[in-house]
């Protein structure tokens, strides 16, 4: 699933900003995990899931041709982009990667190092700026077993059964000072070293059955060739189409902060966004009671509820509604509120 699905801002007309955060919040680009069972009915070892490499939906012989890309300090690097959307601010405090060391059956992490850093705009496009990081500070924290194995496709050329020297490895990168980030378009680059003779690879994003993710606009940068280029992963056979990726990553936020004003409302503040479970709404000034009232994107109500007056909050259960996109309008004598809000 692309970025731009996965959260949202306040809809904005004018805005007035209110200070603190609602509560730490994980944003997820996409997932390596493609489930207990292989392509060819092989299951994965008890606790544990396949990553399988992706075969287009009813063409079962074509996959990708590569399990991973390297990020190796002195070679490669790899970069995906960060969207901030309007009406937010971001405070970083660490980013998770997720590698494999192949052929590696240690029990314990082979990683050594990680080195992140941060560019406004697209690192291939000139003028774009470093703002956090370079390629000399180690920023590994910690690497985790996933308990997951990437495999190819199992069933090209002819069914198989799946190893387990692939393990994935969650790589987590320390930003430290937590990174403040305004609005905006900005790319993670990371390249990292483990100990041994062993290669490492990073895991493109995988869903079943699909090979080629809309959007997907993952960078790589060659040291030899001195020059970013899309990360292309060639279809297996030949005759299946080359498809552009994305890499999964984790970016933990310290603060995830959305305003919204419309029309004449008073400033409030909406979050998390997105959220899985309750939207919580709180009041910047004193107001008398208000009316709240969610509906989906067709503009049918899901759901309607009060605030007291002289509420400082209130909250919006969204547990059991679909994921998707709604609209929560708040009116109060005071004026009415309009914000754009996401159930992930």
Known sequence: ????????????????????????????????????????????????????????TG??????????????????????????????????????????????????????????R???????????????GDLTTNRLAAATSTATYRIFNSLYPTPSTPGTTRLIWKVRATISPALTLAPG?????????VSGTLTHFYVPVTVAGTRQIAGANALSYSNANAAWGAVIDEGNPASAPDVTIDFPYIVNDATVTATASA????????????????????????????????????????????????SSSTSIPMADLATGIYMLAISSAEGNNLVRVIKE
């Open 1 to 56: 699933m692309k970025k731009t699905l996965l959260y949202c801002s306040a809809l904005l007309l004018g805005s007035l900003a209110v200070p603190g955060a609602l509560r730490a919040q994980q944003y997820i680009n996409g997932t390596f995990s493609t489930g207990a069972q292989s392509l060819s009915g092989v299951a994965a070892p008890t606790g544990a899931t396949w990553s399988e490499a992706s075969n287009d």
């Open 59 to 116: 063409v079962t012989t074509y996959s990708n041709t590569n399990a991973g890309f390297g990020a190796t300090l002195g070679s490669f690097s790899l970069a995906d982009d960060y969207v901030v959307p309007a009406g937010q601010t971001r405070t970083i405090n660490n980013i998770s990667f997720f590698s494999y060391q192949s052929g590696y059956t240690g029990t314990t992490s082979p990683f050594t190092a990680l080195y992140v």
């Open 118 to 132: 941060i560019w406004q705009g697209s690192p291939a496009v000139a003028g774009s700026t470093i703002v956090f």
């Open 185 to 193: 378009t900005y790319w993670i680059e990371w390249a990292s070293t």
């Open 263 to 310: 029309n004449n409302g008073p400033a409030l503040r909406v979050g998390p966004v997105p959220t899985s479970d309750n939207l919580r709404v709180e009041f910047a000034e004193a107001r008398g009671a208000s009316s709240l009232t969610l509906t989906d994107m067709m503009g049918r109500k899901v759901w309607a509820g009060t605030a007291a007056a002289r």
